[in-house]
């Protein structure tokens, strides 16, 4: 199980984490991949930062530590978006999340103690709707490969510009979050069969959640369980939310079946006639 924070500065992270951190500019990317780096070369992990252009990241990362050695040794990489995420091309979230798990296992035959990842992912999130989808798909995977083992801390960067609308969703796939002076209220995990909802979903998350949890499950066929015991609190905008989703899932054949709610969030959830099966305590 996941546990919900806010991060409140780019550093402490570990291999297994999945954090989201939002940026207002230029200035604000490089004070936030510079700590992340170095701790990262401190630790003796391989480093890889992708972003709009070399030249731009090249830029961001001027005050990192013996910059000039780790790219010569190749201990940092710096790739431009379009070179990590193919040009002109929709985003394949599976065949991506194969690329990191291979570059993890070629740090680690270098010497390397793991793979630590920033990347800017503004350009994925600027491709409408279907771009979304597959962006969001791609953040459940990436957040699988994160949890199951390999040594890989990542950290994914969104341009705060792009606006709640897009960044809402995103955000919650993450369990490490950072968006402004925002605390954290709810997480969208899909580590292991289930899917599961964490923290407090009310009316100012309940629009978020939505597309990230149809977009998730929507891919499935048959029956997704989507596990409630980690939901601190669910108010009536949350419990329509996922009235909503439960009926535009039944359109494409995905039956979204909700377990373990514990007793306060079940008594919203009845209101729907979505209560099914056992209560927690």
């Known amino acids: 199980m996941t546990a919900l924070r806010r991060w409140y500065s780019p550093t402490g992270l570990h291999p297994g984490d999945h954090a989201c951190w939002t ?26 930062l992708v972003g709009e252009s070399q030249a731009a990241m090249l830029a961001a990362v001027s005050s990192l530590p013996r910059r000039a050695e780790l790219l010569a040794s190749g201990q940092l990489e710096i790739l431009a978006a379009a070179d990590m995420y193919g040009s002109g091309r929709a985003l394949d979230p599976v065949a991506q999340v194969q690329h990191f798990r291979g570059a993890v296992d070629a740090a680690l035959d270098r010497g390397h103690h793991g793979l630590r990842v920033a990347a800017d992912g503004s350009v994925l999130a600027r491709a409408g709707s ?8 791609y953040e459940r995977l990436a957040d699988e490969l994160a949890g199951s083992g390999p040594p890989l801390t990542g950290m994914c960067l969104y341009d705060a510009s792009l606006g709640d609308d897009v960044l809402g969703p995103l955000t919650v796939l993450h369990p490490i979050q ?20 964490h923290g407090d979903v009310d009316l100012s998350l309940a629009d978020h959640v939505f597309p990230a949890l149809v977009d998730l499950a929507g891919g499935a066929q048959g029956e997704v369980v989507l596990d409630l015991w980690d939901l601190d609190f669910l108010d009536v905008a949350g419990a329509r939310m996922l009235k909503r989703a439960v009926r535009r899932l039944a359109e494409v054949g995905v039956d979204l079946r909700l377990v373990g709610p514990r007793r306060a969030v079940a008594r919203c959830l009845e209101l729907f006639d979505l209560l099914d099966g056992q209560v927690s305590a």
């Open 130 to 137: 279907e771009g979304r989808r597959q962006l969001h798909i």
């Open 178 to 197: 950072h968006h402004g002076d925002r605390e954290p209220l709810g997480h969208l995990s899909a580590r292991g069969p289930r899917l599961a909802l």
């Open 23 to 48: 940026f207002a500019d230029a200035a604000g990317f490089s004070a936030t991949v510079v700590p992340f780096l170095e701790e990262g070369r401190q630790r003796g992990e391989r480093l890889l």
